[in-house]
Nanobody, 121 residues
Framework: QVQLVESGGGLVQAGGSLRLSCVASGSAFSINGMGWYRQASGKQRELVASITSGGTTNYADSAKGRFTISRDNAKNTIYLQLNSLKPEDTAVYYC???????????????WGQGTQVTVSS
């Protein structure tokens, strides 16, 4: 099983920045796509950004131009740089990963426990 642990959340003023990290640990044949989701209070979880093992990125419209996802495959870590934060970015941010446990296995999705980001106005 692969475990994901997020860090880097906190309280920041509007216009500020944070950098989130997500470290994957455990046994797997490979880890394919990884991504960041967020869930604000009372709302559904939504995709923020994703990145393939080859580095191809995808962003939600709300994240384009402000957030940057990156990946260090050697460290099994992804990052989310959050710039120009707005109060509406307040949410719990979750990391996920598409994990292939064995050479001939199908993949499953692993989720982290989340890290809180709070943006004050």
């Amino acid at each position: 099983q692969v475990q994901l642990v997020e860090s880097g959340g906190g309280l920041v003023q509007a216009g500020g920045s944070l950098r989130l990290s997500c470290v994957a640990s455990g046994s797997a044949f490979s880890i394919n796509g990884m991504g960041w989701y967020r869930q604000a209070s009372g709302k559904q979880r939504e995709l923020v950004a994703s990145i393939t093992s080859g580095g191809t990125t995808n962003y939600a419209d709300s994240a384009k131009g402000r957030f940057t996802i990156s990946r260090d495959n050697a460290k099994n870590t992804i990052y989310l740089q959050l710039n120009s934060l707005k109060p509406e970015d307040t949410a719990v941010y979750y990391c996920n990963a598409a994990v292939v446990p064995g050479r001939w296995s199908g993949q499953y999705t692993s989720w982290g426990q989340g890290t809180q980001v709070t943006v004050s106005s």
